[in-house]
């Protein structure tokens, strides 16, 4: 896979922009995470760095087609992905080599300082921005919850496991605990 990662000290000051359409940027991360997922409409992402005192801003979205298994009946459901996003990325403390090298042998008030979260890693004491992790993140925030194949789903039958969607199943309807066999005519009154 290509190498996304930006030289921040390397952008104008007015910021430059990048359109991300290699859809190998999803597809590789979608296999190693055995993500029941596939591309149906191409995933493209524009993308806008502005240099900012601390980091940077990034603008963007994410725009594409994917397929996913309904919630409801585990049948395909397309699913659209429209998602616009904003955020800071704050330049984290170079890594130091040497509190790296102390904080492997023990030494705790030597370690060092990269969050594991940050999207901009240093590379030859320069700061990265990762585009290809900013785009993951947010192909990951756009997925739905709940993906269905339609909004009125009727899923599967809880007895049999057949599609409801498909029709009514053979089986007969479960009548409940019969203890509560009783309260199941009753009407409360209005007020």
Same mark, same amino acid.
Request: proline share 7%; net charge negative.
């Given at each position: 896979?290509?190498?996304?990662? /930006?030289?921040? !000290? ?41 240099? *900012? ?17 309904? !919630? ?30 102390? *904080? ?77 066999? /009783? ?9």
């Amino acid at each position: 896979m290509q190498n996304y990662r /930006i030289s921040i !000290n390397d952008l104008p000051p007015d910021g430059k922009d990048f359109d991300l359409n290699d859809q190998d940027l999803w597809q590789t991360p979608l296999r190693e995470f055995k993500m029941d997922c596939r591309i149906s409409g191409p995933l493209r992402a524009r993308i806008s760095v502005l240099p *900012a005192e601390g980091g940077c801003l990034v603008r963007g979205e994410l725009r594409g087609q994917v397929i996913l298994p309904c !919630n409801r009946c585990a049948e395909d459901a397309v699913t659209d992905i429209r998602s616009n996003f904003e955020e800071f990325e704050e330049l984290p403390d170079e890594y130091d080599t040497d509190a790296g090298l102390n *904080a492997q042998s023990g030494n705790a008030a030597s370690s060092p300082t990269l969050e594991a979260e940050s999207r901009i890693v240093y590379e030859r004491n320069a700061p990265m921005l990762d585009l290809a992790a900013v785009c993951w993140e947010e192909f990951m925030l756009a997925l739905p919850v709940n993906p269905l194949c339609k909004a009125d789903c009727k899923g599967l039958c809880a007895q049999c496991g057949a599609n409801l969607n498909n029709g009514e199943c053979g089986c007969i309807p479960d009548e409940g605990d019969p203890r509560l066999a /009783i309260l199941r005519g009753l009407t409360l009154p209005k007020s």
